[in-house]
């Protein structure tokens, strides 16, 4: 007489939650198939190889910074001086350059720099007390104007094969970028899933005095994190550098809020404690996206910037919904 309940219990989920948990790891596959759709009827140029091939690589160099932030941003803070911290590694990279260092020697003085900024602000934020916000912020501000200083507010412009390679360079065939980023997210999705720094970023992110109170070394953890996000940047700056074949202090502005966004819209909350490395990935895809259908359909650049900031608005609302729904509707989800 006891057996039914049980067998309700472990009853196989239906076709509707399937589809319910499948959209939840991944969300954005739906918008980034109905938006390829759209302009594939918009125009005959989206589904061009040569035009497919710009998305990929545009995603693969902002997947790259991105991934890193989702770390961050699993721990419950975020980094707003990514944008000056391409701006700086460029700069000092293609100085070197011009100075007649080897570029290999330049790009990973460029990194040092990237990796500096990041051990900067894990120490404000750790040792000094301030909040994450108002470190970066700060930091954004300072990075930006070293950048200035150091190039003397001129575009320092390079010719060098090794750096361009970076960015232009294909490895059987597949571009460099998106060789990065593969590599990259591998990277990332192991660390979350598979080993206990991912799962003591995510724990921090929880609930940090629970995770200082079970014996984690917090501060240490925190600091790692914001060096990995410094160190993407410095990877971001070297591939908008090796582009442009430029380093200049006005490279890299807002750079922050396409960081943030591909990771936010990827479904890692801001709460922290939970991290997705695919929507991540996907978050990148799409807002490249939209950003080349833009371009397809000569839309004004200001308009650009105006659907992102709308993008991360519309991510941000849904996330508070989720937070603020009753858990019998979440059950029912």
């Known amino acids: 007489m006891t057996t039914a309940a049980p067998e309700r219990g472990i009853r196989t989920a ?121 470190a ?31 960015a232009a360079g294909r490895v059987f065939g597949i ?45 240490r953890i925190r600091t790692t994190v914001y060096i990995i996000v410094g160190l993407a940047g410095g990877m971001w700056g070297l591939l908008i550098s090796s582009q442009l074949q430029k380093g200049s202090g006005q490279l890299g502005l807002g750079f922050e809020l396409d960081a943030i966004t591909v990771v936010v819209i990827g479904g890692t909350s801001l709460l922290g404690g939970r991290a997705s490395v695919v929507g991540t990935l996907l978050g990148a895809v799409l807002i490249e996206t939209i950003r080349n259908g833009l371009n397809l359909l000569n839309t004004p650049p200001a308009y650009q910037r105006i659907s992102i900031g709308l993008l991360l608005v519309i991510a941000l609302t849904i996330h508070a919904m989720r937070r603020n729904a009753p858990a019998e509707a979440l059950d029912d989800v």
């Open 14 to 134: 239906g076709p509707r939650v399937r589809l319910s948990r499948a959209v939840e790891r991944a969300p954005l596959a739906v918008p980034l198939l109905l938006l390829a759709v759209v302009l594939t009827v918009a125009t005959d140029r989206f589904l061009s190889v040569d035009n497919l091939t710009n998305v990929i690589v545009a995603a693969g160099i902002v997947a790259i910074p991105g991934l890193a932030m989702t770390l961050c941003i699993a721990m419950g803070e975020f980094d707003l001086s990514v944008g000056s911290t391409v701006s700086l590694t460029g700069a000092v990279a293609c100085t070197w350059i011009a100075g007649g260092h080897s570029a290999g020697v330049a790009m990973v003085a460029g990194l040092l720099v990237g990796a500096a900024v990041g051990l900067i602000n894990g120490l404000v934020v750790t040792k000094l007390g301030v909040t994450p916000f108002i």
């Open 136 to 166: 970066t912020m700060a930091m954004l501000v300072i990075v930006r104007g070293v950048s200035l200083a150091y190039t003397g507010g001129r575009d320092v412009i390079v010719s060098s094969s090794t750096l361009k390679f970076l």
């Open 175 to 219: 571009p460099m970028p998106v060789v990065l980023a593969v590599a990259v997210a591998l990277a990332a999705w192991w660390v979350v899933n598979r080993t206990r720094f991912g799962r003591r970023v995510c724990a921090i992110g929880s609930n940090r005095e629970a995770a200082r109170m079970s014996g984690l070394r917090v501060d």
